[in-house]
């Protein structure tokens, strides 16, 4: 420990009996205090003295801890922050993309003397790996609609005779007349396809994207 | 003028669960915005993903901002 040099004038004098005579007060009375921002506060925040030695060994300032945790921590939350705003200006730049590629062109998809009533078939729609299915409900209406599931895109089975399409990955079922999520996880109806039967042959001339 | 003193440890810590509390509500408001546009796009509705867009960047400008007056706040510390 470094000595005061004032210390070494006169140590003795400063006895019991003798104390505020000249030369008797604390050698360290118009030291400087300790900076408060250096001192190291344990989490009980009693003096170090009160610690276990392992914690006198290696002293960690509690304040400053939390301090710390705490701004790390938000420095992960803005950049979560900008993951997410990342997200939305990617599905604005999608949603300009899908706008600038416009309607889909107008196609044959089946003919009705191929769909006789409570049949179904499958086609693609518009590109050749959106797959689509093309039904015929037992009072002849037909009806189509994307493939896949609106929940997890899995492929999704027409069941004619009970009405429904039925989704097997996470037992989902929608509604064939109208394509509207009736069981299960999905939320959103299936997209249709829009028909136009021109006698004999059946066509696809647009897809309906529906959020209910 | 004003003195200005850097803040004590107390205060320092004080005003980071503030800011904390701050951006975590922010966030989740971006998180809610994300779910609904995307709900809305891949339904086919466009109209709400360009003012969404535009709320979430204002959302990460205050989150930026908030951040800045952090490192400012340990650039003055003593």
Redesign the interface.
């Known amino acids: 420990m470094a000595q005061d040099p004032r210390s070494a004038i006169d140590p003795q004098i400063n006895t019991p009996g003798r104390e505020g005579l000249t030369g008797t007060a604390p050698v360290n009375l118009y030291a400087r205090p300790p900076n408060r921002e250096q001192v190291t506060i344990a989490p009980d925040g009693k003096p170090m003295e009160m610690q276990p030695p392992w914690r006198r060994d290696f002293p960690i300032d509690a304040l400053q801890d939390q301090y710390v945790e705490r701004r790390d921590f938000m420095k992960f939350l803005v950049l979560t922050s900008g993951a997410f705003t990342t997200g939305q200006l990617w599905l604005a730049v999608q949603n300009w993309w899908r706008r600038r590629r416009g309607r889909p062109e107008t196609r044959r998809i089946a003919s009705v003397a191929e769909l006789p009533p409570g049949e179904a078939q499958l086609f693609a729609y518009p590109g050749e790996h959106d797959a689509c299915i093309v039904a015929r409900l037992p009072d002849g209406e037909l009806v189509a609609y994307r493939q896949k599931c609106t929940h997890l895109s899995c492929a999704v089975i027409p069941r004619i005779e009970d009405g429904t399409l039925h989704c097997p990955c996470h037992e989902g079922v929608f509604d064939l007349r109208t394509g509207r999520p009736l069981a299960g996880p999905p939320r959103r109806p299936l997209p249709r396809i829009a028909l136009d039967v021109r006698g004999d042959d059946v066509f696809a001339t647009d897809v309906e994207w529906r959020t209910s | 003028m004003a003195l200005r003193r850097p803040f004590?440890?107390?205060q320092?810590?004080t005003i980071?669960?503030g800011?904390?509390a701050f951006?975590?509500i922010?966030?989740v408001l971006?998180?809610w915005?994300?779910t609904a546009?995307?709900?809305?796009?891949?339904?086919?509705?466009?109209s709400v993903?360009?003012p969404?867009?535009a709320a979430?960047?204002l959302?990460?400008l205050l989150?930026?901002g908030?951040?800045r007056y952090?490192a400012r706040m340990e650039r003055t510390?003593?």
Not at chain 2, 37 to 46: I, R
């Open positions: 004590t440890r107390e320092r810590a980071v669960y800011m904390v951006v975590v922010i966030v971006q998180l915005l994300l546009s995307m709900n809305a796009f891949l339904g086919g509705d466009d993903i360009w969404a867009a979430s960047v959302c990460l989150n930026l908030l951040l952090l510390r003593s």
